[in-house]
């Protein structure tokens, strides 16, 4: 079983930067693939970043060029650094982990981001 907890959202102007942290306990984090996600109101889930165990990364087209996935191995962690934030960055932030052990997915509790303009 994998637990997960974020932090790090909050309220920032456009423009301005957060960056988000997911702590992970349990499982093996370095077989995990590790995800974020965001879910505006009224709209559905999206995939904003992902790293995979091996360290390769993706991301949404919206925030390629502002944000930045990262993971460390010896501390159980992902971040995501969100720079030159918009308005419709505004969401709540979800990390998630796929373990490639178990094929099992697993999810946080979220942590709100509200960009103003």
């Known amino acids: 079983q994998v637990q997960l907890v974020e932090s790090g959202g909050g309220l920032v102007q456009a423009g301005g930067s957060l960056r988000l942290s997911c702590a992970a306990s349990?499982?093996?984090?370095?077989?995990?693939?590790m995800l974020w996600y965001r879910q505006a109101p009224g709209k559905q889930r999206e995939l904003v970043a992902s790293?995979?165990?091996?360290?390769?990364?993706n991301y949404a087209n919206s925030v390629k060029g502002r944000f930045t996935i990262s993971r460390d191995n010896a501390k159980n962690t992902v971040s995501l650094q969100m720079n030159s934030l918009k308005p419709e960055d505004t969401a709540m932030y979800y990390c998630?982990?796929?373990?490639?052990?178990?094929?099992?997915?697993?999810w946080g509790q979220g942590t709100q981001v509200t960009v103003s303009s």
């Open positions: 998630a982990a796929h373990s490639i052990i178990t094929a099992r997915d697993y």
């Open positions: 349990g499982g093996v984090f370095r077989m995990n693939n």
């Open positions: 790293i995979t165990s091996g360290g390769s990364t």
